[in-house]
């Protein structure tokens, strides 16, 4: 375990389903993220909160909503998927000007 | 907009070799990172780089940046079957305090016996 702890860590869901992907952190990190990560694609940076604030949302369709109660949770909301949503997502977290990320393990999101 | 390239993409080296994986970004930054990813589990940090002429060592993997050039190598040693994996540089754009990591394609090692 990294200290960045993601569930669940495989999701089906339906186009007109709605569901969420939790991420928690106990490092006393102050900046938390979203990346999406699909086949043959680099990385891609969603969404970066950084002392609970949204600081970067990266052009991403509103199908993907988050949100980031306190500085160790952070949510990502899902509804309406398309089947080209299915990837990897990955969560997070670093402390400002620290040391880069930590992730956690990902969830592997189908959309059917 | 910040662009990182990493080549070769796909490796396939002996045990035993040695090579080097390199990254090159397009603007400014001093803080670059390696991140090592095995098939289905998240990243793992290997190495942060955060000067200019900085190297780390760890085991077989050694990484350096040259900010100058705008790049970063990860050299491999005597590799060893358990070092094949997906290798990720990235970049740190973040202004204000705020980490902004762009990654690099990877490249996927794959060490043969």
């Known amino acids: 375990e990294t200290g960045v702890t993601q569930t669940p860590r495989h999701l089906v869901m339906g186009m007109t389903n709605k569901k969420s992907l939790k991420c928690e952190q106990h490092l006393g990190h102050n900046a938390m993220y979203w990346y999406k990560q699909s086949a043959k694609k680099p990385l891609e940076l969603m969404f970066v909160?950084?002392?609970?604030?949204?600081?970067e949302n990266n052009s991403v369709p509103s199908r993907f909503s988050p949100e980031c109660p306190n500085s160790s949770h952070l949510f990502l909301h899902l509804h309406t998927l398309q089947p080209e949503d299915s990837a990897l997502y990955l969560c997070?977290?670093?402390?400002?000007?620290?040391?880069?990320?930590?992730f956690g393990s990902g969830t592997r999101l189908t959309v059917v | 907009e910040l662009k990182v390239e990493q080549n070769p993409l796909f490796l396939s080296m002996q045990e035993g070799k040695n090579y080097t994986i390199y990254c090159n970004y397009s603007t400014t930054s001093d803080r670059l990172y390696w991140y090592r990813q095995d098939p289905g589990k998240s990243l793992e940090s290997l190495f942060v780089?955060?000067?200019?002429?900085a190297v780390k060592q760890e085991g077989r993997l050694m990484a350096s940046l040259d900010t100058k050039a705008r790049l970063s190598t990860l050299h491999i040693t005597a590799a060893v079957h358990d070092l094949s994996a997906t290798y990720f540089c990235a970049v740190d754009e973040g202004n204000f305090g705020n980490e902004k990591l762009t990654f690099g394609t990877g490249t996927r090692l794959t060490i043969i016996p």
């Open positions: 909160y950084s002392l609970e604030e949204r600081v």
């Open positions: 780089l955060l000067s200019n002429g």
């Open positions: 997070a977290s670093s402390q400002v000007l620290g040391n880069g990320y930590t």
